[in-house]
């Protein structure tokens, strides 16, 4: 993976002593809050309801073991023993003291880490695929050109005060984990007549308060044309993005308002000339990344034993049949490993935790971890004849939870607990409906249902792309859950249709025992998804479900 | 007789560790709700406001929150100003451990 060389090293440092002369004269008096503010968001310093928040970002996701383990030290140094991550393959720290943080940015740049660019009008944390360099079905490797994207949206000295934030995904497979269409930019890796890889561009994605599917605006764009055909992009938003209105700044609504057709020819026109300025140090550059993504030496072994295991314990059968994917290394298998015990909090993983998983990236993993936008932790290198000794320490660690993609891996955003933003609280919601789905030991039959919650209408929660999204509100003093049905965030991406009427955080579990129960009644067949029975039977039948008295009475006066 | 005014306290963060505080009636800030100023006037809620705008060395972000009074001392009205006198609901960590 991608070594910082000097010229990283020294602007990461260059920006701790710089911060730590700001967090100085903020306390010294010499800076007020309002200077001082936006200093510290730059560097992905928050205030939130009952302490500091520090975002660092975990590039693409991609983390290697020193890097794990450095992020364990910060969680029981400077914060209480743990870390969460988050649907934008984050990590977040929710109790650092303002006078520690300079030491804590000190700690990540000692192992390429930084929390630059984590909040701010900017180009955030480049996402990818967290399956990137594994995948059975990828194109390549995404994460060179994410980390290409890295270097130059890292104080681009044009596109640090944009309009708004501003997202990038990048996916080199065809099935898209990294919800690309909900971007600002989605980078989706094809390939053109004569089978050169090159990026589906997509733009103007985006969920929060108006939640819109990207549009294509260019089918085919050659590799080589990537920096500068994003750099046309983002200087037409940078002109073009409302700046009067907070709510209109986003790309989505400069690309609803004025067209996907105009924004095109603007974004053609730019890039017409940009274009002749990259005389090709971006591809020279772009080589010698690729030179730290090379594949790992994978080995060929055989995999009786892990057969073998599979028929002695049925634990690890359950385990390995619910948290593999395929790999597309003969032997191997992706190992994705559940932050989402049942009744614990999403994402969140104690220091002990993280190290487990960084010893297990070391012995088995090939050195390679990934944060997913769906909080958990993945090991994408792992021979089958390791298997049954991963899990075992998984196991020891608690984290063997056997859930991916079930009922109980539930994305969910901090919420009321810690955002200041939050209207509601999210994490006891997801934690409440992951241990009645345990207690009614069905997840396994009802099979692929993606639930996501969002504390608020900004959507970190992802909840329009979620099968079932929920979203918390403020409804005259009181949490008030709204749920949507039939989102989905993967290629097919569709914004969830609102159900109906919110329901009370005490009625808002039922609610969905009931959806899920209803589904297992209206499936043709085990193998029809909740999704595609949803998608089948369109609204009616699942609003009759969560509202059963309003449907009782419609029946009623009908007769 | 002018408008009905919800009784406040005055609230924010504090700047080193960031967590809930309130302004009391002898002009510090305090970690326990019940130890706040019940301001129960909008004209003195105003100038009392100010006092605390005018010491950020200590308070970031203040601002009036609703509140009423209890046995003892205010106590909040609003959801979101209950949590922050307590913390998060995931785990015993913040005020409702530590103060």
């Known amino acids: 993976m991608y070594v910082y060389n000097d010229f990283d090293e020294a602007f990461v440092r260059e920006r701790v002593a710089q911060f730590r002369d700001q967090v100085e004269r903020r306390v010294s008096g010499a800076l007020t809050e309002d200077e001082f503010k936006p200093l510290r968001l730059m560097n992905g310093l928050y205030l939130q309801l009952h302490a500091y928040m520090l975002r660092v970002a975990v590039p693409y996701g991609t983390l290697n073991p020193v890097q794990m383990r450095q992020l364990a030290y910060l969680a029981e140094t400077y914060d209480k023993g743990y870390g969460h991550f988050t649907t934008r393959q984050n990590i977040q720290y929710n109790w650092p003291k303002l006078a520690d943080v300079p030491d804590m940015l000190e700690a990540l740049a000692d192992v390429g880490m930084h929390a630059i660019q984590t909040s701010g009008n900017t180009i955030r944390n480049v996402t990818a695929d967290h399956f990137a360099g594994a995948a059975a079905d990828e194109i390549e490797d995404p994460r060179p050109v994410a980390e290409l994207l890295r270097q130059w949206s890292t104080d681009h000295p044009e596109f640090q005060f944009l309009p708004r934030k501003f997202k990038i995904a990048v996916t080199g497979s065809p099935t898209d984990r990294a919800v690309t269409k909900a971007h600002d930019i989605g980078l989706r890796m094809v390939r053109d007549a004569s089978g050169a890889p090159g990026f589906e561009v997509i733009v103007g994605g985006g969920l929060g308060r108006t939640p819109m599917v990207g549009k294509v605006l260019r089918a085919f764009l050659p590799k080589a044309d990537l920096l500068p055909y994003c750099d046309a992009i983002v200087s037409v938003y940078n002109l073009l993005g409302r700046r009067d209105n907070k709510y209109k700044a986003r790309i989505k609504i400069t690309v609803h308002e004025n067209g996907i057709d105009t924004i095109r020819s603007l974004v053609e026109a730019k890039f017409a000339e940009l274009r002749p300025a990259f005389s090709g140090f971006d591809q020279q550059l772009l080589t010698q990344i690729e030179g730290h993504f090379a594949p790992p030496a994978f080995r060929s072994a055989p995999t009786d034993s892990y057969e073998a295991a599979r028929l002695a314990n049925p634990a690890f059968r359950s385990w390995s049949d619910t948290n593999l994917s395929a790999h597309k290394a003969e032997g191997y298998a992706i190992v994705s490993i559940s932050i989402k015990k049942h009744g614990a909090t999403p994402g969140d993983a104690t220091a002990d935790q993280m190290r487990v998983m960084a010893d297990l990236a070391e012995r088995f993993g090939h050195g390679e971890l990934r944060i997913s936008h769906e909080q958990n932790v993945i090991l994408p290198h792992v021979h089958k004849s390791d298997l049954a000794a991963v899990y075992a320490a998984l196991r020891e660690a608690d984290l063997a939870t056997a859930n991916i993609g079930l009922v109980s891996d539930i994305i969910a955003c901090p919420g009321m607990d810690y955002c200041a933003l939050a209207t509601a609280r999210s994490i006891p919601v997801a934690q409440e409906i992951a241990t009645r789905f345990e207690e009614l030991k069905l997840e396994h039959e009802v099979g692929p249902l993606k639930i996501k919650i969002s504390g608020c209408i900004n959507a970190c929660g992802h909840h329009h792309v979620g099968h079932i999204g929920i979203l918390g509100l403020d409804r005259a003093g009181v949490e008030n859950y709204q749920i949507t049905l039939g989102g989905d965030g993967s290629e097919d991406a569709t914004i969830g249709e609102r159900a109906g009427p919110g329901f009370s955080a005490d009625e808002i579990v039922p609610a969905i025992e009931r959806l899920v129960l209803g589904y297992l009644d209206l499936r043709t067949a085990p193998d029809e998804t909740f999704l595609q029975t949803y998608r089948r039977l369109g609204m009616e039948p699942f609003k009759a479900l969560l509202y059963p008295t309003s449907a009782a009475e419609e029946k009623a006066n009908a007769a | ?99």
């Open chain 2, 1 to 99: 007789m002018s408008r009905h005014f919800t009784p406040k306290v005055i609230t924010a963060n504090d700047l080193m560790l960031g967590d809930a505080i309130w302004l009391t009636e002898d002009d510090r800030w305090t970690r326990d709700i019940a130890q706040a100023e019940l301001i129960e006037d909008e004209a003195h809620a105003t100038i009392r406001l100010l006092l605390a705008q005018a010491r950020p060395e200590i308070a970031v972000g203040p601002y009036l929150a609703d509140a009423k009074p209890g046995a003892a001392g205010p106590q909040p009205i609003h959801f979101r100003e209950a949590f922050r006198t307590r913390g998060p609901s995931n785990y015993a960590h913040g005020k409702q451990v530590e103060v």
